[in-house]
């Protein structure tokens, strides 16, 4: 992989002194502005008996400030023809905001103002944490599939607490968190120094940073966080799991592999060959096993996948290939079937019109993604603030144009071999907790 | 009052923008091809991409049974005469780009893009997938399958049931209340009934295709004419039938035993995009549930903690349009929560707007199209989309002009017309033994029993 640090010509980044990380790209096509602030607060660096509280945290951060009530607070960016929203991840949480162009000293006002002046208490502490409750009731509990693969696959295939917690959160551990854990997890994650801001948007550059400076630069500089720790082992032999579902009609499977990390030989290769396998009907996986084999309904997968991409995690992190088989056929088959298409491929590697295909859309969907403001924001949000390295995000489409068939067949036969992976057999039935 | 900490002046420290900037598509080139084909080509050279959206008349319009319109949309994916799937899906990621056909109730929308290298390539391979498709008997009984699998995840979905059941007490018999397939029709709708029906449905002169993207809209005229001109058919116009919406005084409830939340929807036919009453209604449905801020969010989320996202929708006819609200409520609070939602609804109805609190809507809605419009793909989305109506990017333009026409007055009048709680038919889906008492007690109620419930 090319290595340069410098940014690319659309780029600029600075440090202010209080340690925030920023990234501006001045795109001048429409007249709005993307803001986002990534935090490296993610699910990993829970505390045992507080699993949950990274997301539940992120709730917090909507509940205004000393400065800005509760009330006010969506209200200022809405009321101004802009969206917000905020996500939790692995390994950071991001808040954004895209409005209109005029609007940028404000956002930079909110994502300071909150940074520094959140207001936590009892009140909003207890409402966020019903309101997170029945965002667990919704997306997992009270819907077929529920959490499948992404909840539950990484509690079985990883052994150690950061990475095999519930992410979501045990409902009793939500219900014990406390204002104090709030102010703690707020003191130690949420400064300056543990923070990347990115523009995107119409602005110009001198102006921008003048802005920053003056919303920013007046924050306080809070002591470095310590680094979670994440690593473990690789397993050496094939797991596999049960769950049942009262609500799902058919049954599913879920492979979880370990994905190369970010950085070394195989990541790159590997990111493109989750395109040749599952990425349309014309993808390996899905023209073998859907129509040729006739042994599948779907079959998706990718590193993090399917909340991620191959950049969005910092620690360990899987490969997963999810699938669902035809009536009549086990999930069991359907396992033995994948693991029969990835020897060969591993064997023989991708043909050239496969690979060809894989980096086409990869350079369309650059285009693409550019081609939206949080789009280009959620690319430099995560290279900048997950892995110092937010000038790839113009270099990406030609690194991935350099990667050989030689390359690919590597990555899948180093990374996806049944021995390193964990199987989830989803199956109808009532034993909800298996 | 459901929100006592807000204050009608924002907090005074905050720097203040300045106006939503105004919506500008620019001026598009527009083309009748000799077959009829109604094309629109903007010139968007954000990136180097071409988004193109072909719509036809399909469903309302056409007629068929559920079964085969569905079956339709899935088989244009399957081939074509001289390309199997896998080719015509090989063929688009050559292209760098995408290819996807949705169906809504009026509507067949294709969906595809490439890298604007490949600009004409992209149209020669669109106009084979839709005018040659070879509904090969082998992957049709495939997608029959997945149709049936996708049908049965979509039935034990309790989002899906209520919005199933809401339509067809709405619209009753119309194609808008049509359930989705049952799986026997799925299995036995034929090869003949697909071919009659892609030949009823892909006709030229009923088509229109919109162009937006890193392309210079003269040569794309020509393009076009050269990569459509074998696509041929009668001219037909296709009429989708009056509706005669009803709407029910009495919540009906489907009992779902195990359910840990109960699903609320509300809904009622509303006037389609273009009528007058439609800007001053899409802003009665933004203050009362469109955005983080809106009156639902801070009434039933930010205060009482009852529900994680409650919103109000629309989802666009031709005839008319689905307006609506909906949110997820754990089971015990079911009642208390309606109460709530009643009570939001009747403000709307019987209350005028704050000023303030109108303006912050009328701006949220100018900026999220201005938003939505900056890329290729949205404005394509878009400018397709009105069309349909009859509008085009004169429409998109003058959004904010006829937000900004909109009264407190206006907006309590449409509030109280269409939104009323009188107004609108409401379906729960859950757990009828632990909330229904509760809620017969305040409201009407009639539970239906569910035959087939979760797997316990």
């Given at each position: ?12 980044r ?8 920023v990234?501006?790209?001045?795109e001048?096509t ?27 945290f ?11 009530p ?31 162009a ?5 956002a ?15 009140t ?18 009270n ?17 150690t ?31 300056p ?86 990425d ?100 430099l ?14 270099q ?26 964990t ?12 | 009052m ?9 907090s ?83 292209l ?40 090969p ?9 997945k ?14 049931l ?61 393009r ?33 035993p ?7 929807l ?16 899409t ?22 903690g ?63 199209r ?18 349909g109506?009859?509008?085009?990017h ?16 206006d ?33 009407p ?7 087939r419930?979760?797997?316990?």
């Amino acid at each position: 992989m090319a290595r340069s640090s410098t940014p690319g010509p659309r780029l600029r980044r600075l440090r202010l002194k209080n340690g925030l990380d920023v990234i501006l790209s001045s795109e001048r096509t429409s007249p709005t502005v993307a803001v986002g602030m990534y935090y490296r607060a993610g699910f990993r660096l829970e505390e045992e008996g507080r699993t949950g509280f990274a997301h539940l945290f992120e709730h917090l951060m909507f509940q205004g400030t000393a400065t800005v009530p509760k009330a006010d607070f969506g209200r200022l960016i809405t009321g101004a023809g802009g969206v917000l929203n905020g996500s939790t991840r692995h390994d950071y949480t991001n808040y954004f905001e895209i409005l209109p162009a005029s609007a940028l000293e404000m956002a930079c006002f909110i994502e300071a103002d909150r940074m520094e002046n959140l207001d936590l208490n009892e009140t909003t502490l207890q409402n966020q944490i019903d309101v997170v409750k029945e965002e667990v009731r919704v997306n997992v509990l009270n819907r077929p599939y529920g959490g499948f693969s992404w909840l539950w696959l990484s509690q079985y295939a990883f052994s150690t607490y950061p990475n095999a917690h519930n992410f979501y959160g045990e409902f009793a551990d939500l219900e014990a968190a406390t204002v104090a854990d709030a102010r703690a997890f707020y003191t130690t994650w949420y400064g300056p120094g543990n923070a990347t801001l990115v523009l995107v948007g119409d602005f110009d550059e001198d102006q921008a940073v003048v802005l920053v400076e003056r919303h920013f630069g007046a924050v306080a500089a809070r002591p470095a966080p310590p680094e979670p720790e994440t690593a473990e082992p690789m397993p050496k032999r094939r797991a596999e799991h049960e769950r049942q579902d009262p609500l799902a009609p058919n049954p599913r499977v879920a492979i979880g592999y370990r994905t190369a990390p970010f950085g070394t030989p195989d990541h790159l290769p590997l990111a493109l060959a989750s395109r040749i396998l599952s990425d349309g009907r014309s993808s390996r996986l899905q023209r073998r096993l859907i129509r040729e084999r006739e042994i599948l309904l779907h079959v998706d997968g990718g590193p993090h996948f399917p909340i991620g991409d191959a950049f969005e995690f910092k620690g360990p992190a899987l490969f997963t290939i999810e699938a669902t088989p035809r009536p009549g056929i086990s999930t069991g088959a359907a396992v033995t079937a994948i693991d029969e298409e990835l020897a060969q491929i591993a064997t023989e590697g991708p043909t050239p019109d496969e690979l060809l295909r894989a980096k086409r859309r990869e350079l369309g969907s650059y285009h693409a993604s550019t081609d939206s403001r949080l789009g280009r924001l959620s690319e430099l949000g995560v290279l900048a603030a997950v892995h110092n390295r937010p000038e790839l995000a113009d270099q990406l489409p030609q690194l991935y144009q350099e990667v050989t068939a030689e390359q690919v067949q590597a990555a899948i036969a180093n990374w996806l071999q049944p021995k390193h992976s964990t199987v989830l057999h989803w199956l109808p039935g009532s034993e909800a907790q298996s | 009052m459901s929100n006592p900490s807000r204050t009608s002046e924002l907090s005074a420290d905050v720097p203040r923008p300045g106006p939503v900037p105004p919506l500008r598509v620019g001026r598009p080139t527009r083309a009748t091809l000799a077959n009829g084909l109604d094309a629109m080509v903007v010139a968007r050279p954000s990136v180097p991409r071409v988004e193109v959206r072909l719509t036809v008349p399909a469903g309302a319009a056409i007629g068929p049974n559920a079964a085969t319109s569905e079956l339709l949309r899935a088989g244009i994916l399957l081939g074509t005469k001289a390309l199997n799937q896998e080719e015509v899906s090989e063929a688009i990621q050559r292209l760098g780009g995408s290819l996807q056909i949705q169906q809504d109730h009026d509507r067949m929308h294709i969906a595809a893009s490439a890298l604007a290298e490949a600009e004409e390539e992209l149209y020669r391979l669109v106009c084979t997938v839709i005018t040659e498709p070879a509904f090969p008997a082998d992957d049709l009984e495939t997608e029959r399958v997945k149709l049936i699998e996708g049908l049965r995840t979509a039935r034990a979905t309790p989002q899906f049931l209520a919005g199933e059941r809401l339509q067809h007490l709405i619209y009753g018999s119309h194609p808008y209340g049509r359930p989705e397939p049952a799986e026997a029709a799925i299995k036995k709708t034929t090869r003949g009934q697909l071919a009659d029906l892609h030949r009823a449905t892909f006709l030229p002169s009923a088509a229109q295709i919109t162009v937006v993207g890193d392309v210079e809209p003269r040569r794309t005229v020509t393009r076009l004419r050269r990569a459509f001109a074998s696509w041929s058919g009668p001219r037909k116009s296709a009429k989708v039938p009056q509706v005669h919406p009803q709407s029910r005084p009495e919540i009906t409830f489907i009992d779902r035993p195990g359910l840990v939340q109960t699903v609320i929807l509300l809904g009622t036919s509303a006037p389609p995009v273009g009528h007058p009453d439609q800007i001053p209604l899409t802003l009665a449905s933004a203050v009362l549930g469109g955005s983080f801020s809106s009156r639902l969010m801070a009434n039933l989320r930010e205060d009482k903690g009852y529900t994680y996202s409650p919103h109000t929708m629309s989802e666009a006819h031709l005839r008319d349009s689905l307006l609506g609200a909906a949110l997820d409520v754990r089971t015990e609070v079911t009642a208390a929560a309606h109460v709530e939602v009643m009570y939001e609804l009747g403000r709307l109805a019987t209350v005028e707007v704050e000023p303030a609190e109108l303006e912050e809507s009328r701006n949220y809605l100018a900026g999220v199209r201005v938003i939505f419009l900056q890329t290729q793909a949205g404005l394509a989305s878009s400018l397709a989309q009105v069309r349909g109506y009859g509008l085009d990017h004169r429409y998109l333009e003058g959004y904010s002009d006829r937000l900004a026409a909109v009264s407190p007055a206006d907006l309590r009048r449409v509030a109280a017309r269409y939104l009323s709680p009188a107004n609108l038919t409401t379906v729960m889906v859950g757990d009828a033994a632990a909330a229904a008492d509760d809620l017969a007690r305040v409201f009407p109620v009639k539970v239906k029993r569910s035959g087939r419930g979760a797997n316990h």
